[in-house]
């Protein structure tokens, strides 16, 4: 569909750059984020009212055809009064109010590189890298002060240890990572 049924004056100008402090206005709220997984996953212009359906069956745990009616009603004019205009004002969708359709725009890409998604049991990857060094430091420092059995290792051990422990940290990381991407799999990251 594209972007003709924009306005002239915003089709003309162009996109600006999304604003730091609007996506994490955007972001804060699970209901925004959870529309923009699902037009991420979608590509495509969406209509409001299958948004609706899946937001709100994220939000009850169920299938989308099983959602109750008032359920997906209460998403549905959330979205109408509330986080479309949002997205729409912060430049990460289009919003057809009157054919009520929405499609995803090229800036809404920016947003993944400001989300660090924690579940609640993880710590963040960057708390995690400290505690890596920290634990690799306390083993050279163990071993150069003449810890047995620390001693009988050679240097080229360590180093390979430590080589070991971030590569394989790091690969867990990315992969970690890339699940956790608004758009990416089925549920959306809380």
């Given at each position: 569909m594209g972007t003709a049924w924009l306005s002239p004056l915003r089709a003309s100008v162009g996109p600006e750059p999304l604003d730091e402090e609007a996506i994490f206005r955007v972001l804060r709220n699970k209901r925004r984020r959870y529309a923009?997984?699902?037009l991420k996953q979608?590509?495509?212009?969406?209509?409001?009212?299958?948004?609706?359906e899946q937001i709100a069956a994220w939000e009850t745990d169920t299938p989308a055809v099983e959602v109750a009616a008032?359920?997906?009603k209460r998403v549905y004019i959330s979205l109408l009064q509330s986080h479309l205009p949002t997205l729409e004002d912060a430049g990460m969708i289009d919003?057809?109010?009157?054919?009520s359709v929405v499609e995803l725009t090229d800036e809404a890409a920016d947003v993944d590189i400001y989300v660090e998604l924690v579940p609640e049991q993880d710590i963040q990857w960057s708390?995690?890298?400290?505690g890596v060094a920290a634990?690799?430091?306390g083993f050279l420092g163990a071993a150069w002060a003449g810890v047995y059995p620390l001693t009988?290792?050679?240097p080229l051990v360590w180093l390979g240890f430590v080589v070991?422990?971030?590569?394989?940290?790091?690969v867990v990381h990315h992969v970690h990572q890339r699940r956790s991407r608004l758009g990416h799999g089925g549920v959306p990251p809380e």
């Amino acid at each position: 569909m594209g972007t003709a049924w924009l306005s002239p004056l915003r089709a003309s100008v162009g996109p600006e750059p999304l604003d730091e402090e609007a996506i994490f206005r955007v972001l804060r709220n699970k209901r925004r984020r959870y529309a923009l997984h699902y037009l991420k996953q979608r590509e495509e212009v969406v209509s409001v009212g299958d948004l609706a359906e899946q937001i709100a069956a994220w939000e009850t745990d169920t299938p989308a055809v099983e959602v109750a009616a008032d359920d997906r009603k209460r998403v549905y004019i959330s979205l109408l009064q509330s986080h479309l205009p949002t997205l729409e004002d912060a430049g990460m969708i289009d919003f057809d109010d009157e054919n009520s359709v929405v499609e995803l725009t090229d800036e809404a890409a920016d947003v993944d590189i400001y989300v660090e998604l924690v579940p609640e049991q993880d710590i963040q990857w960057s708390t995690y890298y400290v505690g890596v060094a920290a634990l690799s430091a306390g083993f050279l420092g163990a071993a150069w002060a003449g810890v047995y059995p620390l001693t009988e290792l050679q240097p080229l051990v360590w180093l390979g240890f430590v080589v070991a422990l971030f590569a394989s940290s790091s690969v867990v990381h990315h992969v970690h990572q890339r699940r956790s991407r608004l758009g990416h799999g089925g549920v959306p990251p809380e």
